[in-house]
């Protein structure tokens, strides 16, 4: 069965440091997601992607956080100066449609630790 | 406003009994939900979905079921395994992509 991938499983940065965690959604998927969540707490939305543009974000995704399609198979997010307080596993979803009319597939994540 | 939320945070069941989750939604016009499921260190991994055309769809040993009359869901699990010991998330179209906390399936061996 296809899957989302991410890569790397587990990154460390230190503060102020630029990170681009990257996503392979599913082939034939149009729509992108990135997802966050703060070890115990919720999977909190940040910004959902359609034909090359962000169709939707939260107040969580900033100036410093940007996404891009750089090619046709890779999705990537990247925070330009990270903050402690970025520490959190970021998941990417594609979806064939969108939210409205079908289901997310997500990825099994990337553990960002900002030192 | 709207909002989807689970009705328990925990839920323990004894490994062979069939589980109940439910779910309640508050906005009428919600065509679209979604069933998913988070392991400890993984993703939320979709489960099942259903549409409001419909009162019932199943899957391989999952039931959801469509109240539209209260706004309720309910995913069953038939013959709980330990592999489904998970967080479990209902999720609707008009949420603008979020998830609630979820009910925590614990098995009890």
Redesign the interface.
């Given at each position: 069965e296809p899957e989302?991938t991410q890569t790397p499983s587990h990154q460390v940065t230190q503060m102020g440091q630029e990170v681009i965690l990257r996503c392979v959604p599913i082939s034939n998927h149009l729509y992108f997601?990135w997802y966050r969540q703060i070890l115990g707490q919720?999977?909190?939305?940040l910004v959902?992607f359609y034909n090359n543009e962000i169709s939707?974000k939260s107040e969580i995704f900033d100036d410093q956080f940007s996404v891009e399609r750089p090619d046709g198979s890779n999705f990537t997010l990247k925070i330009r100066s990270t903050k402690l307080e970025d520490s959190a596993m970021y998941?990417c979803?594609s979806s064939e449609q969108g939210?409205?009319?079908?289901?997310?597939?997500?990825?099994?994540?990337t553990r960002l630790t900002v030192t | 406003g709207e909002s989807v939320g689970l009705h328990l945070p925990t839920l323990s069941v004894q490994e062979g009994d069939n589980s109940i989750i439910n779910c309640a939604y508050s906005n009428s016009a919600s065509d679209?939900f979604?069933w998913?499921k988070?392991e400890s260190?993984?993703?939320?991994?979709?489960i099942i979905?259903i549409r409001s055309n419909m009162d019932k769809r199943q899957g391989q040993r999952v039931t959801v079921l469509l109240n539209k009359t209260v706004k309720h869901l309910s995913l069953q699990i038939a013959a709980t395994q330990p592999g489904d010991s998970a967080v479990y998330?209902c999720a609707g179209?008009m949420e603008?992509?979020?998830?609630?906390?979820?009910t925590r399936l614990t098995i009890i061996p």
């Open positions: 989302v997601y919720k999977v909190e939305f959902s939707e998941f979803a939210s409205y009319n079908s289901p997310l597939h997500f990825g099994n994540g | 679209y979604i998913y988070q260190g993984k993703g939320p991994q979709f979905d998330f179209p603008k992509l979020t998830f609630g906390t979820g």
